[in-house]
């Protein structure tokens, strides 16, 4: 779908708070940011919070999506384009079944989902253990940033990325 044919519901869906709202649910917790979802979640396991709640948005990412770091702008600014443009969008222009043509099936998968190992940094445990000595020493040399500017989305990992063959220093 084009962002042309998108209404504010779907622009705003980055935005700290924007699945809530999508979802239009009366009592709602947004939290933004990894310390305030942990917060949250330790307040949901030790009851705090009213049973009325009907939905829990949790992003990792300060502001939502467009604060996360594999956004190529400023998040502020993301932030604030994002919601000039939702602004004069009607609130939604397509929902799944407003259209003949929409097949529910076209949201299943068709093929086996496989495993794919992600966390690899050797070939057996022993190379994987030595790579892992040489992404504390890269880790040593970095800023700790986490900024993205590199491409990668933390500097942990594009220490990993570079032990692994996947990008150049």
Known sequence: MELSSCGSIGVGWGIAGGEAVGMSADSYLAADGIENVIRVLEDLEDEKFTPNLQFIELNACSGGCVGGVLNVENPYLAKAKTKHLSKYLPDSLDRPGDHPAFDPEEL??????????????????????????????????????????????????????????????
């Open 108 to 169: 299943y998968f068709t093929q086996p989902i496989t495993y794919e190992p992600v966390y690899r940094l050797g070939s057996n445990t022993m190379e994987s253990m030595a790579n892992l000595e040489i992404v504390e020493r890269y880790m040593k040399e970095f800023p700790g940033l986490d900024c993205g500017s590199c491409g990668a989305p933390t500097c942990r990992a594009l220490a990993e990325d570079i032990v692994r063959g996947f990008h150049n220093i």
